[in-house]
């Protein structure tokens, strides 16, 4: 790494090996995307810095559109007013997205059912594809993908039964369409970086 004044890792995942990596490179800096030098791993490398968001302020955004779609019966929704999430691994920027997501929901149909579950996985996109599908048998028409590329999945299996995704992260537009994507909870990961 001699000649690099900054590395950027992305993803709390990536924990152990930044903290690897740092201790053997004192005079390269190094910035960890959803982690916080306050992590057993991190804590007093002074050459890393953490890059952390409020996921759950864009979750809720997302959630809180969910739930008036679901409130005023938009278009193309079952009459059963449920909405769910698709996350990757339990770690703190998904059950932040979650949580907010679920809240705003909330506030917006204090009577919509939620439905979570996680895949275990950030990149086979037949796994959230596998548990939306899951969700959807159970009434779910409004999907949120906290997922990553698994994510896509998710989205797709809404959007082959005529129902609704929100991806993350990024404008998933971009990436899939925007054919039954309601929205993209973002958090500016570019912009900081």
Known sequence: LKG???VIAVGFLEEQAVSQVAKKFPKVNFAIVDDTV???ALKGLKNVEGIQYKEQEA?????YLAG???KTKAKGLNSQNVVSTVGGISIPPVDRYIAGY???ARAADPGVKLLNGYSGDFVAQDKCQ??????IAQGSDIIFQV???CGLGAINAARDKGLWGIGVDTNQALQIGSKQLL???TKGVDVSV
């Not at 979750?59 to 959630?63: E, F, H, I, Q």
């Not at 596998?130 to 969700?135: I, K």
């Open 4 to 6: 690099y004044d900054l």
């Open 38 to 40: 306050t992590a057993k």
């Open 59 to 63: 979750g809720y955004l997302v959630g």
């Open 68 to 70: 008036l779609f679901e």
């Open 102 to 104: 679920q809240a705003g």
């Open 130 to 135: 596998g548990l939306a599908q899951q969700q």
């Open 147 to 149: 997922a990553g590329q």
């Open 183 to 185: 929205a993209s909870a």
